[in-house]
């Protein structure tokens, strides 16, 4: 089996591969065996508070009282949704045994694998960047039932790929040894004052559209 590029495992021990194929292009996916020790530990006492969203990916504030944004995915992805809705609505019209059928479906299969690898590659960059930098990482818990009955939310929360980045962060948070907590979704984090615990109640509580918190 040639490889183009060479494994970037070392002392990995190859349990098996298999051969997959996405669209018109092969794949060699493998399966390495590694030793225990072979990610490096975080040992700092740095946390921080991730929140996800649809037009912001990631609003992600810390200990040292720092700042991050992330672009939102949706933004880059929604011009090619656009073309695969209109190819999708080519395909009405032709004949299902046509070639022209062929060559119409095989474009939209790789506008939607173009998409798929746009949010893996954005998920994969966001949870590396956390749990190489911070110790506790903390998350809400999204609450998908209410998500899923609103029709236009369920649609942007499909698009945004939001499910994968608690799957990926799990992942990455036992094999670099982090502390991943998982605040319930009850949690009033956007009301309480993170330094001293102060609660807003009443008519002090912040809006939608508040962005920073005034003790």
């Known amino acids: 089996l040639k490889m183009k590029e060479e494994i970037r495992f070392k002392d990995a021990i190859i349990k098996s591969v298999a051969?997959?194929?996405?669209?018109?292009?092969?794949?060699?996916?493998?399966?390495?065996?590694?030793p225990n020790d072979y990610f490096p530990q975080i040992n700092n006492d740095l946390w921080c508070g991730v929140d996800?969203?649809?037009?912001?990916?990631?609003?992600?504030?810390?200990s040292n009282a720092e700042f991050y944004e992330f672009e939102s995915i949706y933004r880059k992805i929604r011009g090619l949704y656009k073309k695969a809705d209109y190819?999708?609505?080519l395909l009405k019209n032709k004949d299902p045994n046509s070639k022209n059928f062929d060559k119409v479906k095989a474009k939209q299969y790789q506008i939607y694998n173009r998409i798929r690898r746009i949010r893996l590659d954005a998920m994969?960059?966001?949870?590396?960047?956390?749990v190489r930098r911070y110790k506790y990482i903390s998350i809400e818990t999204l609450l998908t039932r209410n998500i899923?009955?609103?029709?236009?939310?369920?649609?942007?929360f499909h698009r945004a790929a939001l499910y994968q980045f608690r799957k990926q962060l799990q992942n990455k948070c036992a094999m670099y040894g982090n502390i991943l907590i998982e605040a319930p979704s009850n949690f009033a984090s956007s009301q309480k004052c993170f330094y001293c615990g102060y609660q807003k109640k009443g008519e002090e509580k912040l809006e939608i559209h508040d962005k920073i918190y005034k003790c």
Do not use: C, P, Q, W
């Open 148 to 156: 899923m009955r609103n029709k236009l939310l369920r649609k942007l």
């Open 124 to 130: 994969h960059k966001l949870t590396t960047f956390l």
């Open 19 to 34: 051969i997959l194929r996405e669209v018109d292009k092969y794949y060699a996916s493998f399966i390495f065996e590694l």
């Open 52 to 62: 996800l969203g649809i037009r912001t990916l990631a609003t992600v504030n810390d």
């Open 87 to 89: 190819l999708k609505e």
